[in-house]
């Protein structure tokens, strides 16, 4: 089958969100359903929509196949289309099949008329890893584990998939070149083209018979664990690359790469950009109008900042070297600090005389409000 672009087998645009894609599979899955829909192609209509929302429908998959264009699972890969992930083949099942009838279509504009050697080792998939920092953590770095899933070289057969003191013979549908001739119809006519052999899946090779641990394929699912060292610096959707952590390659070539992004939780107290820290300070304006020395939270502990006399809601005070470490470079940023001038909600009868003093030494006149000394006179101030 021809791969074609998920979003467009479920009908909805590139940014859906996930409730959208639940509700166009939700209608699109009931429409062909093969019990309720006779047409013909309904099946494969059918196929193709389940087939869609196995990825669009799990966010990470989705993210997956948004970056890479494939998800790295079970399904058919899409082979580099233009250029792929790093311009690398990805191996594997069905890789350069879409490039290939693309190519035939625009005299192989899309990669070059690039046509991977079915039988040479190819690399595997990479994989991404999401991983969840607190804001400290991603300020500072970690090292931690993970483990997750991955397609790893099935040692019964050294990754062949034949039985071991057997070997894979030459496929006798492709003849060992991996590809066959296909005549399709398409929009601009019938074409010749060319697709991976279905009988060996561009391997050439058939397997008569199969390692019994990983049923030929030549790989098995395993739990993979890993240390990993997150550098002290990282912002929420920065990627790491981790070379080889990803799955085994195909005919002995090399693991994939596994890229683990970072996303960083919030701080209740800090923002964050960049290097850079903000940090609100609410001070009363007594210390604003005479100046004090405070202690001012920062993730590196508390420091002293002198609020100068007469300072106004507003300002902002820089703490150089308090922020986040530049993940280029050396040194920290800077925290920022703004304060806000709080105005007393509550007084008691000696701060209202010493301000109604104030008033007058400022010589002004001030009325205050009936409804303040009503509350006070209820609380029986
Ligand atoms: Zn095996
Ligand atoms: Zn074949």
């Known amino acids: 089958m021809a791969e074609q672009d998920l979003y467009e087998v479920l009908g909805v645009a590139k940014d859906a969100s996930q409730d959208d894609i639940k509700k166009a599979y939700r209608k699109l899955s009931k429409k062909y359903h093969p019990d309720l829909n006779h047409e013909p192609g309904a099946e494969d209509k059918f196929k193709a929509v389940n087939e869609a929302y196995e990825t669009l429908g799990d966010p990470q998959k989705r993210a997956q196949y948004d970056q ?151 790989h098995t699912e395993q739990s993979h664990s890993i240390k990993v060292t997150v550098p002290a610096g990282v912002e929420e959707g920065q990627q790491m690359r981790l070379q080889n952590q990803g799955e085994a390659g195909a005919n002995g070539g090399p693991y994939g790469d596994l890229f683990i992004i970072f996303r960083v939780e919030p701080s209740d107290e800090f923002e964050r950009d960049g290097a850079t820290i903000y940090f609100k300070l609410p001070i009363d304006f007594v210390q604003a109008a005479l100046g004090d020395e405070v202690a001012v939270k920062t993730v590196h502990g508390d420091v002293k900042l002198k609020i100068p006399a007469g300072t106004q809601t507003g300002t902002t005070f820089r703490l150089r070297g308090k922020g986040a470490p530049r993940l280029r470079g050396n040194g920290n940023g800077d925290e920022r600090v703004t304060v806000s001038i709080q105005t007393p909600t509550k007084l008691n009868k000696g701060q209202k005389e010493a301000l109604k003093t104030f008033a007058k030494a400022s010589g002004k006149s001030v009325a205050g409000n009936g409804k303040s000394s009503l509350f006070d006179k209820l609380r029986g101030v």
């Open 68 to 218: 890479f264009g494939s998800t790295g699972g079970q399904q058919q890969g899409f082979g580099g289309g233009a250029g792929g992930f790093g311009g690398q083949d990805f191996g594997g099942f069905g890789g350069g099949g879409f490039e290939d009838i693309f190519s035939s279509f625009f005299g192989g504009a899309g990669g070059g008329g690039r046509r991977p050697n079915p039988t040479a080792p190819q690399q595997g998939r990479d994989l991404q890893y999401e991983m969840t920092l607190k804001f400290e953590d991603a300020i500072f770095g970690k090292k931690t584990n993970i483990t997750y899933n991955r397609e790893e070289h099935c040692e019964t057969c050294g990754g062949s998939g034949a039985k071991p003191g057997t070997s894979p013979v030459t496929c006798s549908k492709c003849h060992g070149s991996g590809y066959i001739q296909v005549q399709t119809n398409t929009p601009l006519g019938r074409m010749m083209s060319q697709q991976v052999c279905d009988v060996c899946h561009g391997t050439g090779k058939e397997i008569k018979e199969k390692c019994a641990t990983c049923g030929g394929s030549g």
